[in-house]
C-alpha cells in the first residue's frame, strides 16, 4: 500500500479488498448534520458497519471496498472532513479536552488549537516527517488528552499561559513525556511547536521506526539536552515569527453535559447515530467525541434522549482496539471482551470514573499502559493449547500525570471477567 493512502487515513484490514477509512474530527467537534452523513456513508458503502468512535476523536469507517474508496473520500469533503494527515508520517488530528468549552472554570483552548491547525496547514512542515506527531490541548484540572503521552500537551494555566509537556508516547515500550516550560506565553505556541517540529525532522531516527518518535531523541541526548536543544529551536523560531495576539477566555457558563453515550468497544451502529443526529439537531444540542469511545452531549437544558440510546448511556467505560477482528498486528478479540466486561459491569459502583483499556497487542494501541486497568493481549501456550491471553496492569492515571500502569497478573481472556469482578479497583 502506497504512503499518500496511509496519509489520507486509508488502511487495509486483514479481509481481502476491504478498507478502514479514518476521518479525523478536529477537536472531537462534529455536527449533527456530519454525523448524519458518516451514518449514512456507513450505510451506503460498508454494509452498515458500525462507527468506530476511536480514542483521539476520530471516527473509522470499517469494510470500505477498494472500489468505493474515492466516493467516501469525495463525501467526506463535501461535509468539510479532511482526511490528510488522518495517518503516515505526519501530524494527527489534534486533540481538545471536550468539556473545556463548556466549563466556566476551564480556559476554552479550542479557538487557539484552531489557530495553530490553520498555522500548520498553510505551512509545508508537516511534510517529509520521520514519523507521526501528535498534538493536544486543554484547558481543565482533570485533562482527557493524555497530556504526558503526546509529542506536544498544551496546558492552559491562565488566560495568557500555558504548561507545556511533551516527547512521550506509548507503544510497544511506553514512557511517559516530561514538562518542556512551566509556563509559556499562548501567543508564542505557534513559535514553540514549529520549533519541536524542525527539531523533530532534523534529529528523527528515518532508519528505525520504532525509535523515530520525538520522544526516542529525548532519550537518546537525555532530558537536559534535550530541552537545550529545544529552547535554541524555540528562539530562532520566534526570531522569525511575528508573534500571535491571543488571550483566551473561560468555558460557556449557560451550557453543561447532558449525557454521554458510551459505545461498546468503539462501535456505535449507524442507525443509533441517525438517531442521535436528529436528536441533537431537535434539542439544539452539541456533540463533541471524548477520549473513551464515547460521544458527549452538550446543551442548555437537559432533554429525554430517544429510548433506542438510553442502553449506551450507563454503560462502563471500558476502551478497545479493534484486536484480530480487522487489525493486522491483533492478537486477541478486544470487542468481544469489551461487549463482556460492559454487560457484566454495568451499574458496577465500583469501577464508575473508571477506565479499562484493551489493546489487542503490546502495541497500546488503546493506551492499557496508562489507564486505571489496562488489559494487553497475548498468545500464550498453556497445558500445550494456545490461547488468548491478557497481561493486567493497574493504577494508571490515564496520562494526566507521569505515572504508568504498574505490571499485575497474565490472566486467560475466558477468566478477565471473573478476576475484574473480584479486583479493588
Not at 92 to 110: G, H, I, K, Q
Not at 194 to 217: Q, S, T, V, Y
Not at 328 to 353: H, Q, R, V, W, Y
Request: hydrophobic share 40%; net charge negative; proline share 5%.
Amino acid at each position: 500500500m502506497s504512503e499518500p493512502t496511509k496519509l489520507f487515513g486509508t488502511y487495509p484490514q486483514n479481509q481481502e479488498g476491504l478498507f478502514m477509512q479514518r476521518i479525523p474530527v478536529f477537536a472531537g467537534v462534529i455536527t449533527p448534520e456530519q454525523l448524519h452523513e458518516v451514518a449514512q456513508l456507513a450505510i451506503d458503502f460498508t454494509n452498515s458497519s458500525p462507527l468506530h468512535v476511536t480514542t483521539r476523536q476520530d471516527i473509522e469507517l470499517h469494510n470500505v471496498p477498494e472500489s468505493k474508496r474515492q466516493a467516501v473520500l469525495d463525501r467526506l469533503e463535501a461535509i468539510a472532513f479532511s482526511t490528510y494527515g488522518a495517518g503516515g508520517d505526519n501530524i494527527r488530528n489534534m486533540t481538545v479536552c471536550p468539556c473545556c468549552e463548556f466549563n466556566s472554570a476551564a480556559y476554552d483552548v479550542w479557538p487557539l488549537a484552531q489557530h495553530l491547525k490553520k498555522a500548520l496547514q498553510e505551512n509545508p512542515i508537516r511534510e517529509n516527517m520521520p514519523r507521526k506527531f501528535k498534538i493536544s490541548f486543554a484547558g481543565c484540572s482533570h485533562p482527557q488528552t493524555r497530556p504526558f503521552v503526546n509529542d506536544l500537551s498544551f496546558l492552559a494555566t491562565s488566560a495568557a499561559a500555558v504548561c507545556v509537556i511533551g516527547a512521550g508516547s506509548l507503544g510497544a515500550r511506553p514512557e511517559t513525556g516530561i514538562v518542556l516550560y512551566e509556563q509559556l506565553a499562548v501567543n508564542d505556541v505557534i513559535a514553540l511547536t514549529f520549533a519541536a517540529i524542525r527539531l523533530f525532522k532534523d534529529h528523527g531516527d528515518r532508519e528505525n521506526r520504532r525509535k523515530a518518535r520525538l520522544r526516542h531523541i529525548r532519550q537518546r541526548l537525555g532530558n537536559v539536552e534535550f530541552l537545550d536543544l529545544l529552547h535554541d529551536y524555540f528562539l530562532k523560531e520566534k526570531e522569525n515569527r511575528v508573534s500571535s495576539q491571543i488571550e483566551l477566555t473561560n468555558g460557556q457558563e449557560d451550557w453543561s453535559q447532558v449525557a454521554t453515550i458510551q459505545t461498546v468497544a468503539g462501535d456505535l451502529d449507524p442507525q443509533h447515530a441517525l438517531i442521535l443526529a436528529q436528536a441533537a439537531i431537535e434539542a439544539n444540542a452539541h456533540i463533541r467525541i471524548n477520549f473513551h469511545h464515547g460521544l458527549d452531549i452538550y446543551a442548555q437544558s437537559a432533554f429525554d434522549l430517544p429510548e433506542e440510546l438510553m442502553p449506551f448511556t450507563n454503560l462502563p467505560r471500558i476502551v478497545a482496539c479493534p484486536g484480530d477482528s480487522t487489525c493486522t498486528n491483533g492478537l486477541t478479540n478486544c470487542p468481544g471482551l469489551a461487549a463482556e466486561l460492559s454487560k457484566a459491569l454495568k451499574d458496577n459502583i465500583n469501577f464508575k470514573g473508571k477506565t479499562i483499556a484493551i489493546s489487542g497487542c503490546p502495541n497500546n494501541c488503546a493506551h492499557s499502559a496508562i489507564a486505571n486497568i489496562g488489559l494487553v493481549g497475548r498468545l500464550k501456550t498453556i497445558d500445550g493449547i494456545k490461547q488468548e491471553v491478557y497481561q493486567v496492569l493497574l493504577n494508571g492515571d490515564n496520562g494526566v500525570s507521569e505515572r504508568l500502569a504498574d505490571p499485575a497478573e497474565i490472566v486467560p481472556a475466558k477468566d478477565v471477567v471473573k478476576y475484574l469482578l473480584e479486583l479493588d479497583p
